[in-house]
């Protein structure tokens, strides 16, 4: 392609970035931006932030949510940094930092029982709830967050309660600690869902450059901050509730904005529960936007998915085939070795169907259980096959069905 400024040889982009020319004139070759012959500063800048803090192929390398979401979270990293400096200069006063009274010996030993509980919460809670993690990454992220300002909370009203300072620092230690495993754990998993080109890494890195410097920024207000609430409690206060609100509330828009294309227990069943309603099939923002993001105590019947047959058997009630699915006080769901993705999407199905049915009057005043479970068997066997078509209904509206 031949033009009055030399012959275009190539044009190079990568993905919706600007657009360079290779052009040949008199013998020499040259690049050129394409579409404008100057350097413009302010893009130049612009370029640098992106290639900086920004994966690499932003934003074709990331999923739709992610600048929605890393917006929220800076907004909830940057009032965090403020709050947990408020807590630190408490927590330093508890220990005896100013007060000549205090020793090293015993300011050491408070906070060495500080860390040694928060090490035993974080290997107790990691035992009991990694397996939820990945499934409830939206809910147990707030949990943190929400857990984490009452720890912070808790240090800083500990020197006020001398008398029982070492135990809330210690009670407050182990809720820290908790927020570490299900913050870190919940970032891998939202890092996993905004990850389109097996990037990962990228978006982790990039995400703790982020964090960096919105800590950095937050160092920066809390040396102006400092001055200002020492032996003010009152302004302490104050400030950490205003924090606290904006945290809360940022945390809240962040996981809000999360569109996770995969099914969960929620997800499933407000997407069956729509099916039966009408036969329409929701989209996966239209179904996050009506997912719960906080845990609801008793609203629904446990499921349990995959656990162990000799556990479900210990008092089960009546079971279904092909996969089991148990009922007894709880849905056990129990897998086979050839069970495949499809097969544990009817399970879970018919669990949520179980379940939906059992929450609405107590086991107990339930007539007829088996009669219950077969229906429920039957109504799988009805609508399951239309549901999916080998994936193909789910896949129309950008459901991931593909893996567990």
Not at 95 to 108: D, I, L, P
Not at 236 to 258: D, G, I
Not at 380 to 393: Q, R, S, V
Request: hydrophobic share 45%; net charge neutral.
């Amino acid at each position: 392609m031949e033009t009055d400024k030399g012959v275009v040889l190539a044009t190079e982009r990568y993905g919706s970035a600007e657009s360079w020319k290779y052009v040949s004139k008199d013998g020499v070759m040259e690049r050129r931006r394409d579409g404008s012959e100057g350097h413009s500063g302010g893009n130049s800048v612009f370029g640098v932030f992106k290639s900086v803090f920004l994966p690499q192929g932003y934003p074709e390398s990331v999923s739709d949510d992610y600048l929605q979401y890393q917006f929220w979270d800076t907004m909830q990293a940057f009032s965090s940094s403020l709050s947990g400096t408020l807590a630190t200069q408490a927590s330093l006063r508890g220990v005896g930092v100013g007060n000549q009274e205090a020793t090293v010996a015993a300011a050491t030993v408070t906070w060495l029982l500080k860390d040694g509980t928060g090490m035993l919460g974080r290997i107790l809670f990691a035992w009991q709830k990694g397996s939820k993690l990945d499934s409830e990454a939206k809910k147990w992220r707030l949990f943190a967050d929400v857990l984490n300002d009452i720890a912070m909370f808790m240090e800083i009203l500990a020197p006020y309660f001398p008398a029982c300072f070492t135990f809330i620092v210690c009670t407050a230690g182990i809720f820290k600690s908790i927020v570490g495993v299900a913050g870190g754990a919940t970032r891998a998993a939202l890092t996993v869902h905004q990850a389109r080109r097996d990037n990962m890494a990228d978006i982790s890195a990039k995400d703790g450059s982020q964090e960096t410097l919105v800590n950095l920024a937050g160092l920066l207000v809390s040396l102006i901050l400092i001055p200002l609430v020492t032996d003010n409690p009152v302004l302490t206060l104050c400030l950490f509730f205003l924090f606290t609100v904006l945290h809360l509330f940022a945390n809240y828009k962040a996981v809000r904005s999360v569109v996770m294309e995969t099914f969960n227990e929620a997800r499933l069943s407000i997407v069956l529960q729509q099916y039966l309603k009408d036969k329409r099939i929701l989209s996966p923002p239209e179904a996050n936007q009506r997912e719960p993001v906080f845990f609801e105590f008793g609203q629904t019947v446990p499921i349990k998915f995959g656990v162990r047959l000799k556990a479900a058997c210990l008092h089960t009630w009546k079971v279904i085939f092909k996969p089991p699915v148990f009922l007894a006080g709880c849905v056990c769901v129990c897998l086979g070795p050839e069970a495949s993705v499809s097969d544990e999407i009817r399970a879970m199905c018919q669990a949520v169907v179980l379940g939906n049915i059992t929450v609405k009057l107590p086991l107990f005043f339930l007539e007829g259980h088996w009669e219950m479970v077969h229906k429920s068997h039957k109504l799988m066997d009805a609508i399951f096959n239309p549901l999916l078509k080998g994936d193909m209904i789910l896949e129309i509206v950008e459901w991931k069905t593909k893996s567990s």
